[in-house]
């Protein structure tokens, strides 16, 4: 009988090992960006409701970032130009000049509680407004009822006034 070989082999070991390390650094690094994907469009889709008053203010309501503004359109402010819509939104005696993209239409008016979607131009200091919510029935339900009362109590200024 023969005697058997007893030298060390090499090990096959770290091929097999480069084999699974591969698809585990390629899911990782996949994983990764997907989070960064999820986390920028989640945060570039928030727009931070704002009353006119803590525009600059409140955490959350910098003119840097996309906001939904709430006030009531100010008496007076509306002019309809070519393309756009210019008016002031005020709320606790605060003001913002806005220019719409477009006309409002509906029941848009003077005096009436609003909520602006928009960015603010830097250059100008204007609220560019994207899209305009209108109060427009009693039927409304607020989720913030003590701000809507507030709005509120502005549009009643401006129809005592006229």
């Known amino acids: ?4 070989d007893l030298t060390p082999r ?12 591969m698809p585990m650094v390629v899911l990782a690094l996949v994983i990764v960006a997907g989070g960064v994907v999820i986390t920028q469009a989640l945060s570039t889709a928030v727009d931070y409701y704002c009353n006119v008053d803590e525009v600059g203010e409140r955490s959350g309501c910098d003119t840097g970032r996309r906001l939904r503004i709430q006030g009531t359109v100010g008496e ?13 939104i005020r709320f606790n005696g605060a003001s913002v000049k806005v220019e ?6 509906g029941i848009f008016k003077e005096c009436l ?11 100008s200091g204007m609220f560019l407004g994207d899209r305009v919510e209108v109060k427009h029935s009693e039927d409304y339900v607020a989720v913030n009822d003590d701000r809507l009362e507030e709005a509120e109590a502005d549009s009643a200024a401006c129809d005592s006034s006229a």
């Open 1 to 4: 009988m023969s005697t058997p």
């Open 10 to 21: 090499p090990e096959q070991t770290p091929k097999r090992q480069r084999r699974r390390i």
């Open 76 to 88: 007076g402010t509306v002019v309809v130009a070519t393309g756009a819509t210019l008016f002031d």
């Open 100 to 105: 719409y993209a477009g006309e409002p239409g």
């Open 113 to 123: 509680p609003v909520v602006v979607h928009g960015v603010f131009d830097e250059s």
